[in-house]
């Protein structure tokens, strides 16, 4: 019995020694610990870097000029139709051609007129000096072949007129007209793209729109096109579209026979370019206080360092605030804190 009172004191001497020389450890600081637990960190000084900024918008390619064709005639059933959507046709070619029979029949009842005209102007102004007819009677004779000749001349130009002709010469993109169908004044039958020329009509929104500069750089990828293609920018539109607030940015484009107008366009316009320092992405943290980098100093030990971000490209940050010989830590985790003392290893 003796023996077990004995081994339970030790034991419970043992105890509260240990526990003694755990409470009498006095709290370690911020960043200190065992050598083996020191944190490592990948450094990086700021290189300047040059990048363009740039506002990725969509749109559709449309004829840098539309051409409406319609016809002269009224009311005139269309015959033949010679154009088709494609199409490359020159000034003057014909599109379609109206029904002229109306018309013709108009002429010969109108020759007939202005004959019978004629013949009574030359009875009377033969006798005029007679005294057998009145001045006024001659006259009128006179006004009523003038009247009756550009009555004749109108409906041989009607005629002419039932040949429907391209005004401009390009590529026919629409066709409205259909044999069958009656012609009116008022109703486009084609649309011909002026020269040939397609453009792509970008709808880039107003907090860029101002800042689009002329004639910028401007890569397209075209729908239907393997290789994206380079334009630059025509016009910017001074009009805000309400609808959807945007405005219209017109961009030239080479010449290519692929481009069909309609077809959808991602595009990138080249906004400025910016010069400054660049640090990793992985190296921005932000909170309350606004973004910041971690960085090392001479002694090793943590710093933080206000940073005013401009433009992120790919993996890298431009920023101002920082200088090149700065020892920016690369990738900081939630680890990371002011103060902390730190171990640098080379980048791989």
Not at 23 to 40: F, I, V
Not at 174 to 185: P, Q, V
Not at 194 to 223: C, K
């Amino acid at each position: 019995m003796k023996r077990k009172v004995l081994f339970l004191v030790a034991v419970l001497g043992a105890g509260a020694y240990a526990a003694f020389s755990f409470s009498s450890d006095e709290p370690k600081q911020a960043g200190q610990g065992k050598p083996g637990d020191t944190l490592r960190v990948t450094v990086t000084n700021p290189t300047e870097q040059r990048v363009i900024e740039r506002v990725g918008v969509t749109g559709t390619l449309v004829p840098r000029e539309e051409v409406t064709v319609v016809a002269e005639v009224a009311n005139a059933r269309i015959l033949i139709v010679s154009a088709e959507v494609g199409d490359h046709v020159r000034k003057g070619d014909t599109l379609a051609v109206l029904d002229a029979e109306g018309a013709r029949l108009q002429i010969a009842q109108m020759e007939a007129e202005y004959a019978k005209a004629r013949d009574e102007f030359s009875r009377v102004d033969t006798i005029k000096d007679t005294g057998a007819v009145s001045t006024g009677l001659v006259i009128e004779k006179k006004k009523a072949v003038d009247a009756i000749k550009a009555r004749l001349e109108e409906a041989r130009l009607a005629v002419r007129r039932t040949a429907v002709t391209a005004p401009e010469g390009g590529i026919v993109f629409e066709r409205r007209a259909t044999i069958g169908g009656l012609a009116n004044t008022s109703e486009v039958l084609f649309r011909i793209a002026r020269h040939g020329e397609i453009e792509a009509e970008l709808r880039v929104p107003e907090g860029s729109a101002s800042r689009v500069p002329p004639a910028a750089a401007v890569s397209l990828s075209i729908s239907g096109q393997a290789v994206p293609s380079l334009g630059t920018v025509r016009l910017v539109s001074p009009r805000i579209d309400a609808s959807d607030r945007s405005a219209p940015v017109r961009v030239a484009i080479p010449a290519n026979d692929g481009l069909k107008v309609g077809a959808y366009v991602h595009a990138d316009i080249a906004l400025t370019t910016v010069t400054a320092l660049a640090v990793p992405g992985t190296a921005i943290q932000r909170d309350g206080g606004g973004a910041f980098v971690w960085a090392v100093e001479a002694e090793g030990r943590i710093v933080r360092h206000a940073v005013t971000p401009l433009l992120q490209q790919d993996d890298v940050t431009l920023v101002t605030g920082v200088t090149s010989d700065l020892r920016v830590v690369a990738r900081a985790g939630s680890l990371v804190r002011s103060g902390d003392a730190v171990k640098i290893v080379e980048a791989r």
